[in-house]
């Protein structure tokens, strides 16, 4: 998430008490001097600071030089791994295989990553405080990413001890007080708790008890759980979902949202808190042309997984019962995950269309742009691979003499593509297709990949050609 400029959280008054430090030019041919103030403060506001500041999920503030500078050579280390379990900022996407655009990659250039290193090995020098970019404003906990919300629905409060096992529980159902059908242009769920805004924790999830919520909207008559409306889970430090504009989540007249599991986790603080859904809606009369497709693919089942090994695989298949488009990769595994892959399987062919490093401190949900979101035809297998360590090397393992199955808890696995997709008709499947020909200026004999029928001749569209004057 991108922060907005303002002064809220750091003033110019925290540089005052700093001597000026002189900046001589640099004789021809010299590299220039790498500074915090001018070349590094940047980078941190674009990629770091919406996490790593008070009252917000990560360990340690990064808002000011006397912030960043015991960690230098750690923040050197931790960008330097760059898709590895432990990169800062934490995007795992594997440069060198399938698609490579997404709408919310905060992942650093190479170019960033050199000016860091170079500016730790000078001795992370502060520089000239007049270069400092002005100070970011995060707004309030009030404030939604989504814009004003139509309508917010509060789940009951919940006490979680300071010590304490954690706890899978269904929490009840919430009206939503709607009167007629609406349906859902974006949603956006947070957690609101008793913890003073100005405290900290020592792990990510050090300020909330709310790990993960799973929901959907039921009505009073929708016993079959078919007619249910689905939402994204809801995880610690998660974006808002915001779905396509012709796609939009129905919510009926007199729905409830059942709060089917919550994940609710002792923070080292007695705290009592609560979950906020917000909404916005499309105006009255909206009718999705698109319907979300279920593309749920994963392993709960027969997960072995043996201890003190690395490189371990798991497989899970599914084919596509729909012209299908992904919107999202959302790979989720548990301590022992280190990568997973995602593959389309068309045919003869096998496409790789996404492949990430995967580390359980840290999941994360790739979403694919507009233009490179996999348009997949019925009967499509998709294949997901995931990798897996229970060594001493990987730090996420509690103990690696233990053995695990699938399960709920970190110390057992889980092994799924959560990623959200969206069903097509014939007609909207080949009209995706020739308007991303155009939009991408595609030529006979291109290949774009997750699209394995993005060229093809298709019946219909000649047919429209030829209607043409």
């Known amino acids: 998430m991108k922060a907005k400029p303002s002064s809220r959280l750091l003033t110019a008054g925290l540089f005052a008490l700093l001597a000026p430090i002189a900046v001589s030019a640099q004789p021809s041919g010299q590299v220039a001097e790498v500074t915090f103030a001018k070349d590094i403060a940047p980078i941190l506001q674009q990629n770091c600071q919406e996490c790593h500041r008070p009252a917000s999920v990560a360990p340690m503030s990064l808002l000011t030089y006397q912030d960043v500078r015991p960690y230098a050579r750690a923040i050197k280390m931790r960008t330097g791994l760059r898709n590895e379990r432990g990169a800062m900022p934490p995007w795992f996407l594997e440069r060198d295989l399938g698609i490579q655009h997404y709408k919310n990659d905060s992942s650093l250039s190479e170019e960033e990553i050199e000016l860091i290193g170079r500016w730790v090995d000078a001795g992370a020098p502060l520089g000239d405080p007049n270069d400092l970019p002005p100070p970011l404003d995060f707004g309030d906990e009030n404030e939604w990413e ?15 001890p300071a010590t304490a096992p954690d706890k899978w529980t269904n929490i009840g159902t919430i009206p939503t007080g709607l009167t007629e059908d609406r349906y859902v242009a974006a949603v956006e769920v947070k957690e609101f708790n008793d913890i003073p805004s100005d405290g900290s924790g020592d792990t990510v999830g050090g300020r909330y008890v709310f790990h993960h919520m799973t929901y959907a909207a039921v009505t009073p008559e929708g016993d079959d759980p078919a007619s249910a409306t689905r939402f994204p889970v809801h995880e610690v430090g998660r974006n808002a979902d915001i779905f396509p504009d012709n796609a939009g989540r129905l919510l009926k007249a007199g729905s409830s949202l059942e709060l089917e599991t919550a994940h609710m986790h002792a923070n080292g603080r007695e705290t009592t808190g609560h979950l ?17 497709a279920r593309t749920l693919v994963g392993n709960g089942v027969d997960i072995d997984i043996k201890p003190d090994e690395a490189s371990q695989e798991l497989h899970a298949y599914r084919v596509l019962d729909t012209h ?146």
């Open 276 to 292: 906020k859904f917000a909404f916005k809606l499309h105006p009255k009369g909206y009718e999705p042309e698109i319907r979300p």
């Open 146 to 160: 989504i814009g004003e919300p139509d309508l917010i629905v509060e789940s009951p409060a919940v006490t979680v």
């Open 324 to 469: 299908t488009k992904l919107v999202s990769f959302e790979p989720h595994q548990h301590a022992p995950g280190t990568r997973m892959c995602l593959e389309a399987i068309w045919g003869h062919n096998i496409e790789t269309l996404t492949c990430v490093g995967y580390d359980h401190n840290w999941v994360k949900q790739y979403i694919y742009d507009d233009d490179y979101a996999p348009l997949l035809p019925k009967g499509t297998v998709l294949h997901i691979i995931g990798w897996l360590d229970t060594t001493v090397s990987n730090r996420n393992v509690a103990d690696p003499r233990n053995w695990s199955g699938g399960g709920r808890r970190s110390v057992a696995n889980m092994f799924i593509d959560l990623g959200e997709a969206l069903e097509l008709t014939d007609e909207q499947f080949e009209r995706e297709m020739a308007e991303r020909r155009e939009r991408l200026g595609l030529r006979l004999g291109d290949h774009l990949i997750g699209c394995p029928l993005c060229m093809a001749d298709f019946p219909s569209q000649r047919a429209e050609a030829n209607d043409q004057p």
